[in-house]
């Protein structure tokens, strides 16, 4: 029996008893909602910006969808409680977790030493990597070291601007993705770096046989749930529910759906 179910199951026998004894002072018994310290009886509420595509946008249709949108609800499901979104601007995200607003952020929050002093992660759902990106015909650079002295396309607030500086490259100012594909592409710059759920997107829902992966970053990325430190049984709960979807390939056919492979591990 996994740790969620278990916990289900504690709580289904404590409901049991409290409707036995009429105790509570609303006479409804408490459910797993409780247990877990929810904000807002048994509806997990997640935080997220529903501007991040694929992570959490809204469709054609105006529905909130996205990858992180979905772990999020499998998640609500495995734990036997309701979901709800609450749709809050980046910078204002943690701000809402610290003051009770909701009980967790699905946002592909990425866990950093900084953000672990002050708040709890759960096991990651997202995993990813730097990638260097070229044209398909280009067999020159083959690693980050043969940028130096080439050109790349690059937005000059993100960490992949400072990596391409370092490598020695002369950077192309660009404000996202979509812009620095398009130089590529034209053969304006000889190279863009960026994460590789960027590209796997991209891949995955336009042509992008013009363009190849060069090389790619040691180092990883790991996004997942963030709590505050009160909520740790919380953080617990959600390392279950991740456990079973892993294990019963949920989230392999997400990350499938999103990307066209599996980017939780």
């Keep these: 029996m996994s740790r969620n179910r278990a916990l289900l199951t504690a709580a289904a026998a404590s409901a ?26 048994d509806t997990l509420t997640v ?29 609500a499901g495995n734990l036997g409680v309701e979901v709800t979104f609450e749709e809050t601007q980046w910078d204002a995200i943690f701000a809402g977790l610290d003051a009770g607003r909701f009980d967790t952020i699905a946002n592909q929050v990425t866990i950093t030493p900084e953000r672990e002093a002050d708040y709890v992660f759960s096991t990651p759902y997202t995993v990813s990597t730097g990638v260097l990106v070229v044209p398909a015909d280009n067999n020159d650079i083959t690693s980050f070291a043969d940028l130096d002295g080439k050109t790349t396309a690059q937005s000059l607030t993100s960490n992949w601007n400072e990596l391409a500086k370092e490598s020695g490259a002369t950077v192309e100012a660009v404000e996202g993705w979509a812009q620095a594909v398009a130089l590529l592409e034209q053969g304006r710059v000889d190279a863009t770096i960026n994460d590789s759920l960027t590209y796997l997107d991209y891949a995955n829902t336009e042509d992008a046989s013009g363009i190849k992966v ?39 056919e997400l990350g499938e759906k999103y990307f066209g492979e599996d980017v939780s591990e």
């Design 16 to 41: 049991a008893l409290l409707a036995l004894t009429g105790c509570g002072s609303s006479g409804e018994p408490g459910g797993a909602g409780e247990e877990l310290g929810l904000v807002s009886g």
């Design 47 to 75: 935080a997220t910006e529903g501007t991040y595509r694929p992570f959490s946008y809204h469709d054609e249709s105006g529905e909130l969808v996205g990858y992180d949108v979905e772990v999020a609800e499998a998640v």
């Design 214 to 252: 060069a090389a790619e970053t040691e180092e990883e990325s790991q996004s997942a749930f963030v709590v505050t430190p009160e909520r740790e049984a919380l953080a617990e709960a959600i390392d279950g529910a991740l456990e079973d979807l892993r294990a019963d390939g949920t989230l392999a």
